[in-house]
């Protein structure tokens, strides 16, 4: 995969392949609010203007903690919300499975979002998502 982008952002990892595929690398003990998930998103907007993309957010060996407005931010507010494909997200740990279900379930996000356990199913799924958004534009019209 080349990068178009590739930074960190108060601790996260963020790079945007030349797919416009976005990995969003969480450290093991982050502590995120709603000031750097604006950030990060403000990031995203300047690299790709008004470019649709899928989202990777990675929080493999995480064990840290994301406020209830950053959450919902990601979810609801964020002004790249309408660019989004699809979102993957990755956990390999039993309390932050149980946090991302609860954000999937509580906040509701207004793109496809689904839980994986790893970096390969989660690229799978976001292809087949882009595939099917590439064959409706296709039939349409």
């Known amino acids: 995969m080349n990068a178009k982008y590739n930074a960190v ?3 996260v990892k963020i790079t945007i392949s030349d797919e416009n595929l976005i990995h969003l690398m969480y450290p093991p003990d982050i502590d995120f ?3 750097q998930a604006k950030r990060v998103d403000k990031v995203i907007i300047e690299q790709l203007g008004s470019e649709n993309y899928s989202l990777i957010v990675d929080l493999t060996d995480s064990f840290g903690s994301m ?3 950053a959450q919902k931010f990601f979810a609801q507010d964020a002004p790249s919300i309408p660019q989004i494909t699809a979102s993957a997200i990755i956990v390999n740990n039993l309390p932050i499975r149980i946090l991302a279900k609860f954000y999937l379930n509580f906040f509701k996000p207004r793109y496809p979002t689904k839980i994986f356990p790893s970096l390969e199913p989660a690229k799978i799924w976001l292809n087949s998502i882009e595939d099917k958004d590439a064959n409706h534009a296709l039939n349409v019209g």
Do not use: V
Request: charged share 35%; aromatic share 12%; net charge positive.
């Open 67 to 69: 406020t209830k407005e």
């Open 33 to 35: 609010g709603l000031k």
């Open 9 to 11: 952002h108060f601790g």
